[in-house]
């Protein structure tokens, strides 16, 4: 079980595919200055866990679920998140596009990730959340939900800011609206949604291990 793996290692393993990952697929991107853009993310995102590990004992399955989220997210740097070919993978493998067995008209794996922002990391969220702010009961769960929420909302204004500045081409790949004026709106929706599911998993796992 995850649980049964020794943290130093699962942490190593798991940095060490994510460097060749992005090593790999920092070579010849779609577009090299979208690519610059989203991993600002990843620029940020290292120093904050190196500061916060200090602080909080984060779980195996925190680990995990960070690092499932990055692993896309480079995926998406890589294509940018409207042409991501997951529809040419799918074909390959099965003979028919994904999209066309669901009914999609357009590339939605910038929804996907927007979706598992929120099912991925309210985990890790909630444990900073119980482990700094000592806080139990409704709030423990309330809290990181309002963060995943939150902010969603201020990276979609960061989206539009950084559209408005560079303009163009470069603004229009980062955004990756597609023509739907109410990406943004979806995006938010989805990544709140993924967050209460994750609330209502962790609300059920919790309440089972206090009836054993």
């Given at each position: 079980m995850l649980n049964d793996i020794k943290q130093p290692r699962l942490v190593k393993?798991?940095?060490?595919?994510?460097?060749?990952?992005?090593?790999?697929?920092?070579?010849?991107?779609?577009?090299?200055?979208?690519?610059?853009?989203?991993?600002?993310?990843v620029v940020i995102y290292f120093p904050v866990i190196?500061?916060?590990?200090?602080?909080?004992?984060?779980?195996?399955?925190?680990?995990?679920?960070?690092?499932?989220?990055?692993f896309l997210h480079i995926i998406g740097a890589h294509y940018t998140y409207a042409e991501v070919p997951y529809d040419k993978w799918f074909k390959a493998i099965t003979g028919n596009t994904l999209n066309g067995l669901?009914?999609?008209?357009?590339?939605?794996?910038?929804?996907?990730?927007?979706?598992?922002?929120?099912?991925?990391?309210?985990?890790?969220?909630?444990?900073?959340?119980v482990q700094r702010a000592r806080l139990t009961g409704f709030w423990s769960?309330?809290?990181?939900?309002?963060?995943?929420?939150s902010s969603t909302v201020l990276y979609e204004q960061i989206e539009w800011a950084a559209a408005e500045i560079f303009g163009g081409e470069l603004g229009m790949a980062y955004l990756g609206t597609?023509?739907?004026?109410?990406?943004?709106?979806?995006d938010m929706g989805l990544a709140s949604i993924g967050a209460l599911l994750t609330l209502w998993w962790c609300v059920r796992k919790d309440k089972k291990a206090t009836s054993q």
């Open positions: 393993t798991l940095l060490i595919i994510f460097i060749v990952e992005w090593l790999v697929l920092a070579i010849n991107p779609y577009y090299r200055s979208d690519w610059l853009l989203e991993n600002v993310l190196i500061a916060l590990r200090k602080r909080v004992t984060f779980s195996n399955l925190s680990y995990l679920l960070m690092f499932i989220f990055l669901i009914g999609f008209e357009r590339n939605h794996f910038d929804r996907l990730v927007h979706l598992l922002y929120g099912v991925l990391l309210y985990i890790p969220f909630r444990e900073i959340a769960y309330f809290l990181p939900y309002t963060f995943i929420v597609q023509g739907d004026v109410w990406d943004g709106h979806k």
